[in-house]
């Protein structure tokens, strides 16, 4: 019987890395995944997730279940992380926070209660957006469909597009947004344009959905990364908010992170919570322990949580370089007069570079770059070292 089951295509994302392995060429270049990687591209523990550990070795954890929702003192940190401490959501215990696996399974828990709850509710995707959104909405069995986003004329943000499509939803959509570095585009709204989404958004009683994947990462400021979701908040709106540890962290395969919600009364967010955990029961019964015990030592130690806000500056500042390097490559050999400034504009890992298909294939089997086929190349995986060799599979690549 299951001689009938057909192969499935590879992860337009993950597929990325399985040929990369494949490849033998030392000049291979891996662009695909967005995971950091130092200078000299190996993968990299914080230190500050050492530190944890080691303490957490020396008081002898017990192994013991979880609670369906979690560990506390995780839930607790990661909302004062997303809100700050002395929000008022917080202060009134109008936030259900769970625990979940990663970003990824917290969003996959909101969609189901979203199609719990919300039958027959659509959600709103960038176009582009991060390729998983649409698997993760299809498989809970939420409908969806997409606002614009980017334009490609401007390499920027296609505002006027956005707000129309917004607007234009059925009342009561929820709205995925990227609360900072947006994946793939690395175009985010203007403290000006958020506000205005927050307008329309209200208006049309819609549920804004944050995904928060790059808290800390994208500016080097835990504040400054979650002043969208802030913003939202401060108008008293119900929200969703996914979080990831994957990238601020490092915590990738501990699958840490947490779904709030964000409601109208502290009665609402405990019936919320309920809910929750009963969604997750059968699931995954309760998610897994490390990654929470890391995250809420590192948060509630203060000089743990300087050190890795130091870390996480520097990773964001390594990046930084890189995206300069590589525009000053482009620039300095690029003689048709094109105008790669977008490249600087762009935030956190990635950037959009703007070549097609074509293109990006010709970067892979002539280059050994290897990147989606989107043209989205992740900087935390390119050192200074390679910026020159890369811009020269850009302009091969782009001009030819
Ligand atoms: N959302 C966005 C926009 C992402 O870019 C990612 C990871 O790349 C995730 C969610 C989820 O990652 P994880 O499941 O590792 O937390
Ligand atoms: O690079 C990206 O956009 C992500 C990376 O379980 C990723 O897709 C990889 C594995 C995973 C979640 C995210």
Not at 90 to 96: F, G, L, P, V, Y
Request: aromatic share 8%; glycine share 8%.
């Amino acid at each position: 019987r299951f001689e009938g089951i057909a192969m499935a295509p590879p992860d337009p994302i993950l597929g990325v890395s399985e040929a990369f392995r494949a490849d033998t060429d030392e000049k291979k270049l891996n662009l695909g995944v967005g995971a950091y990687r130092t200078e000299e591209l190996h993968p990299y523990v914080l230190k500050v997730v050492k530190k944890a550990e080691q303490l957490m070795l020396e008081r002898g954890e017990n192994k013991e279940y979880l609670p369906i929702e979690g560990l506390a003192a995780f839930n607790k940190a990661t909302a004062e992380l997303l809100l700050g401490a002395d929000n008022p959501v917080i202060k009134e215990s109008r936030i259900a926070t769970v625990q979940g696996l990663s970003g990824t399974g917290s969003l996959r828990l909101a969609a189901a209660l979203v199609e719990r709850y919300f039958p027959g509710s659509k959600v709103l995707l960038s176009s582009p957006t991060w390729g998983n959104h649409k698997n993760i909405f299809n498989d809970a069995g939420v409908p969806w469909s997409e606002y614009r986003y980017y334009d490609p004329k401007t390499v920027g943000l296609d505002f006027e597009g956005m707000i129309a499509d917004i607007k234009a939803a059925p009342d009561g959509s929820f709205i995925l947004l990227h609360g900072c570095a947006h994946n793939p585009t690395g175009i985010d709204p203007t403290p000006e344009q958020w506000e205005k989404i927050a307008d329309v958004i209200h208006e049309k009683n819609h549920i804004a959905f944050f995904d928060v994947a790059y808290q800390g990462f994208a500016s080097g400021s835990l504040d400054e990364d979650a002043s969208s979701v802030r913003l939202f908040a401060a108008r008293g709106m119900e929200l969703i908010v996914a979080q990831s540890y994957s990238k601020n962290l490092g915590l990738y395969a501990e699958r840490i992170g947490a779904i709030n919600v964000v409601c109208s009364s502290a009665e609402a967010a405990s019936r919320v919570k309920s809910q929750l955990k009963r969604l997750a029961r059968p699931m995954y019964s309760n998610p897994p322990v490390h990654g929470a015990r890391v995250v809420a030592n590192v948060v509630g130690d203060p000089a743990l949580f300087g050190e890795w806000k130091a870390e996480m500056e520097m990773m964001a500042g390594r990046i930084k370089n890189v995206r300069q390097k590589l525009y000053d490559s482009l620039m300095a050999k690029d003689k048709s007069g094109k105008d790669w400034s977008f490249i600087l504009k762009q935030i956190g890992m990635f950037s959009f570079t703007g070549l097609n298909k074509a293109q990006s294939d010709n970067m892979t089997n002539k280059w050994h770059v290897y990147m989606t086929k989107d043209g989205r190349i992740s900087l935390a995986g390119l050192s200074l070292a390679k910026c020159e060799y890369l811009a020269d599979a850009i302009m091969d690549s782009y001009h030819n």
